[in-house]
């Protein structure tokens, strides 16, 4: 166990849906980022929050959101599902971003 | 063209062999991260590197700032060590950029 939780493991879901992935930093750290891996694209840094304040963007769609909570859990939000957004989800914390990161074990989303 | 490049994408080695993982990247960082991720999808982040050199078990992770470049070395690699190698660095507008990852096989 990395400290980092990711839920849920897997979802599959159909297109046009919403779905909502979660993310609980490791205990101590302020930091949360998330990625997206798929097949095509590799690994892809989609947002990063730092004490409930978002600190950096990258290639996340408009249809994406995500936000940090007071207890610094994270939670991402796909909406309008396509097929293509079918990937891994990884959420990573760290302290400050200056000590390295710890991942979570991902959320695998199918669209269907 | 990827601002994070490595070499080579795909590796075999033999149990016991040295291997090196080669990563260049072409924009300002602040900081270069090497990533280990398993055939089961996880990730394990090994390390972190703003400067020098950096050893944990039989891994060592060099960079050279001036030359934009970093290594990733394993000595007496192990069939476990299987996996696929991630450099990833944060450029100095604090985005993430990843390279292609490097598959590596170490054959009992």
């Known amino acids: 166990d990395s400290g980092v939780t990711q839920t849920p493991k897997h979802l599959i879901t159909a297109t046009g849906q919403r779905v909502t992935l979660r993310c609980s930093p490791r205990s101590g750290d302020l930091s949360v980022y998330w990625y997206q891996q798929s097949l095509d694209q590799g690994l892809q840094f989609l947002i990063q929050y730092y004490n409930g304040e978002e600190r950096a963007k990258g290639n996340i769609l408009e249809r994406f959101s995500a936000q940090q909570f007071p207890d610094l859990h994270s939670e991402l939000n796909l909406s309008s599902l396509e097929l293509g957004d079918s990937a891994l989800y990884f959420c990573?914390?760290?302290?400050?971003?200056?000590?390295?990161?710890?991942f979570g074990s991902g959320t695998r989303l199918t669209v269907v | 063209k990827n601002e994070v490049e490595q070499s080579p994408q795909n590796l075999t080695a033999q149990e016991g062999e040295f291997i090196t993982i080669n990563c260049s990247y072409s924009v300002g960082i602040s900081a270069l991260h090497w990533l280990q991720q398993h055939p089961g999808g996880g990730i394990v982040s090994l390390f972190m590197l703003s400067s020098g050199k950096k050893k944990h078990g039989r891994l060592i992770a060099t960079i050279n700032i001036q030359e934009k470049h970093s290594s990733l070395h394993i000595t007496a690699s192990h069939p476990r060590d299987s996996a696929v190698y991630i450099c990833?660095?944060?450029?100095?507008?604090?985005?993430?950029?990843f390279g292609a990852g490097t598959r590596l096989t170490v054959k009992p």
């Open positions: 990573a914390s760290s302290v400050q971003g200056l000590y390295g990161y710890t």
């Open positions: 990833a660095v944060r450029d100095n507008n604090n985005d993430m950029r």
